[in-house]
């Protein structure tokens, strides 16, 4: 009968060297828990239970390991005993917690773009999604560099949070955003993160990257920045500044303007052709009176009529002649407002910048004097430890 120390060494053995293993398959996970040779033991029992208390397994074992096949992540408990020559059981270990994780490529489920100026010290990113898992990393990429979080916490397997270091002296420009669970199981998602010298800037930035993947705007909105904002303020004034700044008040008030200054030249306009009527009129009027010698009178207030009206037409002339020179100046800035809040609004495309430094992580390569060789990624939490598994998902 095996007496408790070698039950005490026997677990210690086995908490020593868990292992993680590759997928058995697309539609299953499988991965072993291997122990150290028992000297003297013509078998093991080893019985598993899951985090409800329900016992999972209990089975004879001949060797040194067992396929554990589907579980799935979660903390479990299992505890063993040597049978020996004789064909008994000897007395079980104490219950012992492990936990299975299985590293799947990690998802998010909201198409966020995430803002970074240089006026933050550093800035927090909101992970939604779902396979967060301990260790990941996030990182921000842009010409192959890569640029890790100087810290990420995992609040579930469904929310993190990132903490990205801001250095002023960084250069602008959009990045992609790259989630790695263990065992390369990584998500990249292009353009997911913008650095922009203050935080309005690279808020309007974010929302507009977010129209581009909810296809509100062609992908091509960076490409061809001045042909679509010029485009769109010749057709409506303002409206090609609204496209490329995101702002409402110059699709409002520029047209508003135009109109305006169009309805006041129309109003001068049929005023200049009344008053150009009156005076063709009263000339006629006149040429009628003067061969007369008793209309005298009436021609001298015909003549006066007459002055009035080319005044007054002369008068609308010139109001009709500043509003079209007033309408076409601000035809003229609007096409040119146009033109530089392109200009303002284009992300350049640069070499990303420092964020902080790369989160040190210790993977352990244990070699069992039993002669298995096989690297092993091994994380210790309290009393329990975990083995990380991965699945093609």
């Known amino acids: ?13 086995l908490i020593g060297f868990p292992i993680w293993g590759e997928p058995d398959g697309e539609e299953g996970t499988q991965h072993q828990l291997r122990w150290m040779e028992v000297e003297g033991a013509t078998g093991y029992v080893l019985e598993i239970k899951n985090s409800s208390g329900y016992l999972v397994l209990s ?28 064909g008994k059981v000897g ?15 990690p998802t998010l489920s909201k198409d966020s773009v995430y803002s970074v100026s240089k006026e933050e010290k550093e800035k927090v990113f909101l992970l939604e999604g779902k396979d967060f898992i301990h260790p990941m990393k996030v990182y921000m990429v842009t010409g192959g560099k890569r640029i890790p979080a100087k810290k990420v916490v995992i609040e579930s397997d469904s929310i993190a949070k990132a903490t990205f ?3 002023p002296d960084t250069d602008t420009g959009i990045y992609d955003l790259v989630l790695e669970n263990p065992r390369n199981k990584t998500l990249t998602v292009k353009q997911r993160v913008v650095l922009s010298d203050s935080k309005e800037r690279a808020n309007n930035f974010a929302k507009r990257q977010e129209r581009i993947i909810r296809k509100e705007i062609p992908e091509d909105y960076y490409e061809t920045p001045y042909w679509s904002t010029l485009w769109r303020s010749s057709v409506l004034p303002g409206w090609g500044q609204k496209y490329i700044d995101g702002k409402d008040w110059k699709l409002y008030s520029y047209p508003a303007i ?63 002649q500043a509003g079209a020179g007033l309408l076409g100046a601000f035809l003229i800035y609007n096409l040119v407002d146009s033109y530089f809040s392109a200009k303002r609004n284009v992300a350049t495309y640069e070499q990303g910048f420092p964020l902080g430094s790369e989160n040190q992580r210790v993977y352990a390569s244990m070699v069992p004097e039993s002669g298995i060789s096989q690297s092993k990624l091994v994380r210790e939490v309290g009393s329990r430890y975990q083995i990380e598994i991965s699945s093609r998902f």
């Open 1 to 13: 009968m095996w007496n408790k120390k070698a039950i005490v060494l026997f677990i210690f053995i």
């Open 59 to 86: 089975e004879k074992v001949k060797g040194t390991s067992y396929d554990l096949v589907n579980y799935t992540s979660g903390v479990y408990e299992h505890r063993v005993a040597v049978i020996n020559k004789l």
């Open 91 to 105: 007395s079980y270990s104490d219950w012992v917690k492990f936990e299975v994780v299985v590293s799947r490529v």
């Open 165 to 167: 270091a801001v250095d």
């Open 258 to 320: 135009a109109i305006s200054a169009v309805a006041v030249y129309a109003n001068s306009y049929n005023r200049f052709l009344a008053a150009r009527s009156d005076y063709q009129s009263a000339v006629i009027l006149g040429a009628v009176l003067a061969d007369r010698a008793d209309t005298q009178v009436l021609w001298l207030l015909n003549r006066n009529n007459a002055e009035t009206s080319f005044n007054r037409a002369k008068s609308e002339l010139g109001v009709i």
